[in-house]
DNA sequence: TCGATCGGAGATCATTATAGTCTCCGATCT
DNA sequence: AGATCGGAGACTATAATGATCTCCGATCGA
């Protein structure tokens, strides 16, 4: 139950990727090519590339064509969040339909719906975990890139 | 995203009518029928059929055959968790296909993966946000057995 | 300037999960 | 005995997901 989809979860590993190589050690500030991040995580590239494409017209990263061409970080890992990352992917947080319902298309039980306001006090605690965990938190763990600069001082979690 | 579905929600919604209707004023004890249910709430019978069928083989709550069957909580509304009726009807809480992965069963992406550790994390929480909520909980707000008469139609949310 | 290399965008397809339906069975109470 | 309940299985339709294919425009370098 609760399962994110393989996009987002490309999407999580791919900005991961990039975060690290672009704050890393070897090549800071290199552009990364889908193709890269295909093959480093046994990705299908077009649904990648899909992927990708998607976080840039979210403005999480940004895209440079022609040779040489790739994505980079739109903003520093630490204000980028994981809830702004999936909710790129796959929509706005919403533990049932009547989440983000408007005026006039109610559901059949609003009426006598009586889970609706404990669910979306759930919903907005789930918010908060996911929204206050950010991609450089994520990078804590498991370095593959190996990030060990100056910028991993102030963490603190 | 994260969206439960709708036999879970249906359970919800079926849970908390059956405890609202057994600790209630008006006939405390009383067991609750399928069709009570999917009139009251608007469910399709046979699909709430299936969803209380699965929460009695999952021992939330007990059923009784026969004429003026119907089910009742297993026991006390305090003792029940959002985690385990959610659990009960979608199977158990994970992000990621990896969460409850055994051994030989890898992952693609295993081997490289770097959002495995964080998003368990994630899962944990979130976990422990559905274990410590329970139906109870969730009986706070909107009284339903109730309060047609002279209760006020200031919807206010 | 040409062409290889990149991302952007759209349609398309297969597979799976979900929501819902139908039929038959067994238990139980009157 | 028979009406009323839950138990269980197969079944269908639709939507979401995962993945693929094709074509386009931008850009860099030879």
Redesign the pocket.
Known sequence: ?L????????ALMALQHIASVQFGDVTPGR??????IAEEFN?????L??V??TL??NGLIE?????????LLARRANKITIAQILEGI?GPLGLTDCSHEKEGELCLQREHCNIRTPLLKVQDSIYQLLNNMTLQDMMGGTPLITIQSASTQGVAQ
């Open positions: 139950m399962k994110i989809s393989k996009k987002a979860d490309y552009v990364v090519n889908t193709k890269e990705i299908p590239l077009e649904l590339a899909k990708l494409q840039a017209k895209s440079h064509n022609g040779p040489k061409g790739g994505y796959e």
